[in-house]
């Protein structure tokens, strides 16, 4: 099994943003192309959960109310959010995702709120299991079809964006835990 922890420590997770901010704020003319625009983002519910996530997104002229995503993160899933299933309370098990990559194609279709979306798409990541106390931990991947509501802000106008939304997935297990 390949383990890609390395890939994403948490100087590479800051280097890697910087590197795609830069790229935007250094070179608007990819963001003001004549019918394609491609900008980069962050899903800012992550960095809470102490996780990162970098989004690469597109959209043209042609379809203007659909933008197009890619997005890597990764996440530590809140403990209260796995004791909330009833045998794991109290039990010390935690999970984070270590690194994902997902796809998704987001519709906005709300002229006067045009940073409101909801879309649909999937992810492939790999998480790591382990319980307090007890010495090994599990890893273990899953595929995720997903769907989303959330809102995509332009703070300094195009270019660079945040676009914290919710999503509800269905992980199938593509190796077991």
Same mark, same amino acid.
């Given at each position: 099994?390949?383990?890609?922890?390395?890939?994403?420590?948490?100087?590479?997770?800051?280097?890697?943003?910087?590197?795609?901010?830069?790229?935007?704020?250094?070179?608007?003319?990819?963001?003001?192309?004549?019918?394609?625009?491609?900008?980069?983002?962050?899903?800012?519910?992550?960095?809470?959960?102490?996780?990162?996530?970098?989004?690469?997104?597109?959209?043209?002229?042609?379809?203007?109310?659909?933008?197009?995503?890619?997005?890597? #993160?990764?996440?530590?899933? /809140?403990?209260?959010? +796995?004791?909330?299933?009833?045998?794991?309370? $109290? @039990? *010390?098990?935690?999970? =984070?995702?270590?690194?994902?990559?997902?796809?998704?194609?987001?519709?906005?279709?709300?002229?006067?709120?045009?940073?409101?979306?909801?879309?649909?798409?999937?992810?492939?990541?790999?998480?790591?299991?382990?319980?307090?106390?007890?010495?090994?931990?599990?890893? #273990?991947?899953?595929?995720? /079809?997903?769907?989303? +509501?959330?809102?995509?802000?332009?703070?300094? $106008? @195009? *270019?660079?964006?945040? =676009?914290?939304?919710?999503?509800?997935?269905?992980?199938?297990?593509?190796?077991?835990?």
């Amino acid at each position: 099994m390949i383990r890609w922890g390395w890939l994403v420590d948490d100087m590479m997770k800051r280097n890697l943003v910087l590197a795609m901010f830069a790229l935007v704020l250094l070179d608007p003319a990819a963001a003001h192309a004549a019918e394609d625009r491609v900008s980069i983002g962050t899903d800012s519910i992550t960095w809470v959960v102490d996780g990162y996530s970098v989004i690469a997104s597109y959209e043209n002229d042609r379809q203007p109310k659909l933008r197009y995503h890619a997005e890597v #993160f990764g996440i530590r899933v /809140p403990d209260a959010y +796995l004791d909330d299933y009833e045998p794991n309370t $109290g @039990e *010390g098990w935690q999970r =984070s995702i270590d690194w994902a990559a997902m796809l998704t194609v987001d519709h906005h279709p709300f002229e006067r709120l045009p940073g409101l979306h909801w879309g649909a798409g999937f992810n492939v990541q790999q998480s790591t299991l382990s319980r307090e106390g007890m010495t090994p931990t599990t890893t #273990f991947e899953t595929f995720e /079809p997903i769907v989303r +509501l959330g809102y995509q802000w332009f703070p300094f $106008g @195009e *270019g660079l964006f945040i =676009s914290p939304y919710a999503a509800v997935g269905i992980p199938l297990h593509l190796s077991e835990p």
